[in-house]
Every structure is written in structure tokens, then in C-alpha cells.
């Protein structure tokens, strides 16, 4: 949606800064889901991280896709 608005020149992406941004939100995400109660438990952070690859990319996919076919 950001890079459709800056192609249509409505907005000024600073891309630098929305990638610091959105990497250390991920990040205090990720700290803050180590710390729930039984989340660890039996399960390593690649198995979880690779188990949730296919489900988000289907969806972004998906999202990407009717986004185009919309306009």
C-alpha cells in the first residue's frame, strides 16, 4: 500500500527509517513472546519460526494478489 501511494506520488516513503522502525518492533515482539508461560516449551524458535513461514506468505500472497486484481 506505501509503495502504491509513493508510485502515485501522494506520499513520501522514507524507507530507511520504516525498516529501523519495523525491525525493532519485530524485535521487542520476538523478546516479548519468549517470555509467555509454556510458549518454549518443546518447541525451538526455527521449528515456530518455520512453522509460521507458509501460513504468512499464503497470506501475504493472497493479500498481494487481491490488491492488484482490485486496483
Do not use: C, D
Request: proline share 3%.
Amino acid at each position: 500500500m506505501l509503495a502504491y501511494l509513493q508510485f502515485q506520488q501522494i506520499i513520501n516513503v522514507n524507507w530507511a527509517k520504516f525498516q529501523t522502525i519495523s525491525e525493532s518492533t519485530l524485535r521487542m515482539l520476538a523478546n516479548a513472546t519468549t517470555q509467555i508461560p509454556g510458549f518454549n516449551s518443546g518447541t525451538s524458535h526455527s521449528t515456530f519460526a518455520s512453522s509460521l513461514a507458509i501460513p504468512l506468505t499464503g497470506s501475504m500472497a493472497m493479500g498481494v494478489a487481491i490488491g492488484f486484481m482490485r486496483g
